[in-house]
């Protein structure tokens, strides 16, 4: 009679998260490390950046009577508001700050544009030059496979600051409590107070400019047809008008703010802001310890 023995072997069961991380734990070490060398290589190249702002608040108008002067004012500006609604100074103010028009004020100011355009400027030779780039005629050459246009280089002007404008100065504005706060961060802290207070003051110029030339043009108008106005409910009207337009060419030629006026000073803060020492090792240093952990997780066992 023959016996067939069957004799079952267990495979091994497959080990636990744990104790593969137990027996490759070199590899979340060794990501851990490699994050933390990561992160300080880019902290010691990165560029530190400081932060300005200032907040302001809108400048109060006694008296009613102020909605027609400033709606036309609106339309000048380009600003679209509701409909049946007025634009008010302080909101031409803050849609201003990063307009065409200022940045063409700004870009007067010689020491203002090197400071922002710093690696344009050749200080030696005194005049713009091409940054230099390792990466330049990678970018030229997809444009040209793809058929696009490669742009001829310029030195900045008003178009090329509206740009930086745009990316580095930031609108913050709560119309609940009426206050705005503008704010931009540069790696000199007195070029970021520099830059902040040459748009307050030339957007609030701006502003009162506008007003004030509009508000001299409907004087002249009115002065010149009240005497013409026989019916004495039209000169009523065409009176009280000229008197609103006599308050506006008032309040734009008075020396204080004219649409915003400013809460306290422009202020930088004490220490940079970007990059963060703590946050960067903290963020590199858990992602390589993640890498590692998966790595040793996903790492075959062997027998």
């Known amino acids: 009679m023959n016996i067939v023995e069957v004799i079952e072997i267990e495979t091994p069961a497959a080990p ?5 991380l137990r027996r490759n734990w070199m590899w979340p070490a060794g990501g851990l490390v490699a994050g933390g060398v990561a992160a300080l290589l880019y902290l010691n190249f990165a560029t530190y950046e400081y932060a300005a702002s200032y907040r302001v608040t809108p400048v109060r108008s006694d008296g009613p009577g102020l909605s027609s002067s400033l709606s036309s004012l609106a339309a000048v500006a380009g600003v679209s508001v509701g409909r049946g609604d007025a634009a008010k100074p302080f909101t031409l103010y803050l849609n201003l700050l990063k307009s065409r028009d200022v940045a063409a004020l700004l870009a007067r100011d010689r020491s203002l544009m090197r400071s922002a355009f710093n ?3 050749d200080e030696r030779a005194k005049q713009w030059r091409q940054p230099p780039s390792k990466t330049r005629w990678l970018k030229n050459l997809v444009r040209g496979l793809a058929g696009a246009p490669i742009p001829a280089w310029t030195p900045p002007d008003a178009a090329r600051l509206q740009l930086y404008l745009q990316d580095h100065v930031s609108v913050s504005d709560d119309q609940r409590n009426a206050i705005a706060t503008i704010s ?3 790696e000199d802290p007195k070029f970021a107070i520099k830059l902040l207070d040459a748009l307050d003051r ?7 400019d506008r007003a004030l030339a509009r508000a001299e043009a409907a004087i002249a108008y009115l002065k010149a047809t009240l005497p013409t106005v026989t019916l004495a409910e039209h000169r009523l009207a065409l009176a009280d008008s000229l008197g609103e337009q006599e308050r506006v060419r008032m309040m734009s030629m008075a020396s204080s703010s004219f649409a915003a006026e400013q809460l306290g000073a422009i202020v930088a803060s004490p220490e940079p802001v970007t990059p963060n020492p703590f946050l960067t090792i903290a963020a590199l240093g858990g992602l390589g310890l993640l890498s590692g952990a998966l790595v040793a997780i996903n790492r075959k066992v062997r027998r």
């Open 16 to 20: 636990s998260l744990a104790m593969r």
């Open 119 to 121: 690696s344009s400027w």
């Open 184 to 186: 931009t961060t540069n």
């Open 202 to 208: 030339q957007s609030d110029k701006l502003v009162r």
